[in-house]
């Protein structure tokens, strides 16, 4: 069965999204054929204008309406305890916990070689720059995924901070690893559990 | 932390479709700010003209272009044989398989009276017209879904259908019903067990 080109093109264009496979991109365009006409207009006028309207944070490379961002941009926040993480959307994830009253910097990514991804697509250089220009001791919390490519990320970040001629001295720190709350121990995967071991505390 | 407004408004479009959920339609919408900005104006484009762009079929209720759908206007196709869906949806399933050589009637739904559907509000008195006008010996087979809604919707249709004053007879069918291709006994319900055992057939 042919269908409409209308409902073809909608179908593609959530297809070509992450997590939506071919049976759900059918379902939501024609779910969409049966709302009023002025949400899909909506919806249109919102996608249309994303890229248009939202900037990316000259300092710490987060989404932001302005040039700075609301976090950079916020005296009462930390400027020499900086969390690195991959993406904007872990700003959001950790903003939501609260409690951390440093500032971030957005890698836009991780180094992945399979994917033609090396350290110059990434924030690097930028917060090596970023770290220069700062006369205090600094603490670097790495936030990158707990993968491999996260890991490898993050170690290459510790090499090249390392690697600088900071007078003040830098703090280098990784985001604890271990079980997660609620976790049940049988479940748990090896490298999960010697992570656990290593990261005990006195309690 | 406050997101640029143009993000929020992504998300809350994403959100509100069926089966995504608030960490999806996050996930969706960071991930369109990351490609480029032609396919962000072709998917709104896209959603903007799906309505405008799409008919309904003025005999079977499916999505068309024109005035009439394709499988209706097919002068290969059975007019006597009337496959009844619930959606335009489930007529993509069933063309997938080929095989079938009838047409179709789109209900637009099922009776379902939590959600204030009834039947007044699905094409049942259209399909009631449309057997009207066939001088021949009609097959209608109730495919609505195996839910309990749709077994409602099936039984309604078919007490409408038995109360018409047709000359020509109208076999009324159900879909088969019982253990799905690949299915393991031990996981099956309880409905479906029985169902299968009464729709045994000989080999």
Redesign the interface.
């Known amino acids: ?7 073809e ?2 179908i593609n ?1 959530f297809e ?4 939506i496979g071919p049976k ?1 991109a ?8 049966n709302v009023p ?1 002025d ?17 990316i944070c000259r300092q710490c490379f987060s ?3 302005k040039e700075i961002c ?2 950079c941009s916020d005296v009462g926040r930390n400027k020499f305890q900086i969390c690195v993480v991959e ?3 872990d ?2 994830a950790f ?2 916990v609260g409690g951390y009253k440093g500032v971030y910097h957005v890698l836009g990514g991780v180094i992945n070689p399979l994917e033609h991804v090396g350290p110059e697509e990434l924030k690097i250089g930028e917060l090596i720059e970023r770290l220069e220009k700062l006369d205090e001791k600094v603490e670097i919390i790495m936030a990158t995924n707990l993968t491999m490519e996260g890991e490898a990320t993050a170690l290459y970040i510790k090499n090249k901070i390392e690697k600088m001629n900071n007078k003040n001295g830098i703090l280098i720190t990784r985001i604890g690893s271990g079980l997660p709350m609620g976790a049940d121990l049988g479940y748990a995967d090896q490298a999960t559990l010697s992570r656990a071991m290593d990261g005990r505390r006195e309690i």
Do not use: D, H
């Not at 069965?1 to 409902?7: G, S, T």
């Not at 070509?16 to 997590?19: D, E, H, I, K, S």
């Not at 059918?26 to 054929?33: P, T, V």
């Not at 207009?41 to 994303?50: A, S, T």
């Open positions: 069965m042919k269908l409409p080109k209308a409902i093109e909608v264009n070509r999204l992450p997590g759900s059918g379902r939501l365009a024609f779910y969409l054929l006409q949400y899909n207009q909506q919806f249109g006028e919102v996608l249309i204008n994303l890229k248009k309207k939202v900037k989404v932001t309406e609301e976090i993406r904007a959307l700003i959001v903003e939501s």
